[in-house]
């Protein structure tokens, strides 16, 4: 009786743990690793908005931290939608470029 209740024990101990491991991956699949003083917010797996409210970014590295973002083949496989705003750029990263993306940018400055 009690090696039953044991067994009955590790074995929701270990359903927990395994939920727990895959929601912890789930996580980390789904994060987006936003430019430095940029907001990133994504609304659902194909709408992604980036804004970098108007700040003193180097856009050199703003060009190639949204281009190592949007390199990822997971993240350009479901965005149908990018907004990339209030930014210093003039240029459109190239993997934008390569993506079947509707993107606005109406907010780039010149």
């Known amino acids: 009786m009690v090696f039953s209740a044991v067994l009955k024990r590790m074995a929701w101990s270990f359903v927990f743990v395994l939920c727990t491991l895959l929601a912890v991956t789930f996580t980390a699949k789904s994060a987006i690793n936003c430019p430095q003083m940029c907001t990133c917010q994504q609304r659902n797996d194909r709408s992604l908005v980036i804004d970098c409210g108007g700040r003193k970014i180097n856009a ?35 993997s934008v470029c390569v993506s079947s993306v509707e993107v606005n940018l109406a907010e780039f400055e010149s």
């Open 60 to 94: 050199s590295l703003l060009y190639n931290a949204l281009e190592l973002l949007l390199s990822d083949d997971e993240l350009r496989e479901r965005l149908t939608s990018l907004q990339i705003s209030n930014t210093p750029l003039t240029e459109v990263p190239v």
